[in-house]
């Protein structure tokens, strides 16, 4: 009878045997294929390490987990990196430690502790879960407007924008295109402020030869399918302020004060010597709980698809900034009737995907049928201006100036894909397709 050993060997060339036929890829056929904005893209690489990961039968955070947040603390180079659930979950755990006692201990990254009532500065053009860690924690956001060419924060409105009770920002790097990272983290020093990245579109971005997600307190990561790197839901937090590392780990853990991996018990050396709280000494350190958490972490199978993934970040970068490259080539003779992306010559975007915003007398929601109706698929910005939204029209909140160019991303913009999966072929189909619609048009 075959040992164990011996049958994990044939289970995984089995799988590798498999993830060869089962997931070749198919040849690109224009006008029949679907060109999407984003999707999977792997090998027998993350096959491998999920079947592996499900015969060890770790179910919650274990082996691959640790890994792969080393690895993510190895490339940002960070003080800490936390693997949770998702990149929504991410945003609130951000928030959500500024708004625990432990922050006062941090005033040399920020203000210390946010309060119900105190403010955060944010761009109007936003994803919904960017936005509403700072509602449930009771905080304001103040709304400032967005460049249209970006879709980023307008920095030169930021400033204006504090008021008495304004104690961070919150930035999001959207579509992968850095924001003005020079102007934010002076702005944050020089009125001591927090501030947070939300970098979920943005892994391998550089601002200043320095890598996106590592400028402010916190960063935020997803990697949801779409995402730059992905393990089906998935997100992380890059920890730059060590000060707050162990209050995210406790928000991320139901808010517990013990810090012991998973399937470990008394790495204090004290389990049953704390006193806390009004509990009785003793209490089993393992379940005294320091603060108002939540159950935010993923478990190892996701972690090891996430590791393999890993190790294709500077591929997948490369082929994101040619992909962009050449739309940004291809559709320059057309700059009379769109409005191209502007990066900033300090950064290097790792493009989420190809914003275009449709200049007056187009139609954008022709342009979008057009190319929809090509197979080529297509996506607006998010939330547009989120304050239009059915589910924000109501929120506390307070607006700094006007929003027009908020309007306008959320009336003409839309963007298309440059993620790996899609080839030089992709491309040029999709430039066909709309110098196509101009030349009838």
Not at 412 to 427: C, H, K, N, R, S
Request: hydrophobic share 40%.
């Amino acid at each position: 009878m075959s040992n164990p050993e011996s049958l994990r060997a044939q289970i995984l060339e089995l799988t590798r045997q498999y993830a060869e036929i089962a997931h070749a890829p198919k040849p690109f056929v224009p006008g029949e294929s679907r060109v999407h904005y984003s999707g999977r893209v792997f090998d027998q690489a993350e096959l491998l390490n999920l079947v592996g990961s499900s015969l060890d039968f770790w179910l919650t955070a274990g082996p691959y987990a640790t890994r792969f947040e080393e690895a993510m603390r190895g490339f940002f180079g960070s003080r800490g990196f936390l693997l949770v659930n998702s990149g929504s979950s991410a945003n609130l755990l951000m928030v959500s430690a500024l708004c625990a006692e432990a922050a006062d201990k941090a005033r040399e990254s920020g203000p210390g502790r946010l309060l119900p009532g105190d403010e955060i500065i944010t761009p109007a053009v936003t994803f919904p879960t960017t936005l509403t860690p700072i509602l449930q924690n009771r905080l304001v956001p103040v709304f400032v407007d967005c460049e249209v060419d970006t879709c980023n924060i307008d920095p030169g409105l930021v400033e204006d924008a504090i008021g008495p009770r304004t104690r961070a920002i919150l930035a999001p790097h959207t579509v992968g295109n850095p924001c003005d990272l020079a102007a934010l983290t002076d702005i944050a020093r020089r009125r001591n402020l927090w501030l947070l990245e939300d970098g979920c579109d943005a892994l391998g971005a550089t601002f200043e030869g320095r890598l996106v997600g590592t400028f402010g307190a916190m960063s935020s990561l997803s990697f949801y399918p779409a995402h730059h790197i992905t393990m089906g839901e998935g997100g992380g937090v890059c920890v730059n302020a060590p000060e707050l590392k162990r209050t995210l780990l406790s928000l991320r853990d139901w808010g517990r004060d013990c810090w012991c991996d998973p399937g470990a018990n008394n790495t204090c050396g004290r389990r049953f010597d704390w006193h806390m709280g009004e509990l009785p000494y003793g209490y089993d350190h393992k379940y005294i709980y320091s603060n108002l958490g939540y159950n935010l972490k993923a478990t190892d199978l996701q972690a090891a698809i996430g590791l393999a993934q890993f190790d294709k970040i500077p591929r997948f970068v490369a082929a994101r900034r040619r992909n962009f490259r050449l739309l940004l080539q291809g559709l320059k003779p057309l700059e009379d009737r769109l409005l191209l992306p502007r990066i900033d010559p300090r950064a290097d975007p790792s493009p989420f995907g190809f914003p275009i915003t449709v200049r007056e007398g187009v139609d954008r929601r022709a342009l979008v049928g057009h190319l929809e109706a090509a197979k080529i698929e297509t996506r607006l910005v998010f939330g547009g201006n989120i304050l239009r939204q059915p589910g924000f029209l109501n929120i506390d909140k307070r607006v700094a100036g006007s929003l027009e160019g908020s309007d306008r991303i959320m009336r003409d913009t839309f963007f298309v894909g440059v993620y790996p999966g899609l080839g030089e072929a992709q491309i040029e189909y999709i430039l066909g397709v709309i110098h196509g619609f101009f030349a009838r048009n």
